[in-house]
């Protein structure tokens, strides 16, 4: 599911608010998250999951073309690990 097919599946099912403002909330969801993990801070969304950045250290990899080491260096990425009713849910125990 696109951001864009998320608008129109939350419009359809709140038709007492306009696609506009929908789509103004969905973003502002999204910058929050966004800026908390910038900060370094922890979003936990209780039934769904939570999003916190992991630190990766620098390292030696390879060039897949040339096969020449090439260094890497230290980068945090976005880690999701889900909460325990979407995982029942996803399995079928719920």
Sequence with gaps: MTKSELI????ERNPHL????????????????????SRGDRVELR???????????????RNPRTGEAVQVSEKAVPF???GKELREKLNGKN
């Design 80 to 82: 999701f690990k889900t």
């Design 8 to 11: 129109l599946k939350l419009a």
């Design 47 to 61: 039934g769904f999951g939570a999003f916190s950045v992991k630190r990766r250290q620098s390292r030696t990899g």
């Design 18 to 37: 306009y696609q506009r403002d929908v789509e103004r909330i969905v973003s502002t969801v999204f910058d929050e998250i966004t800026s908390a993990l």
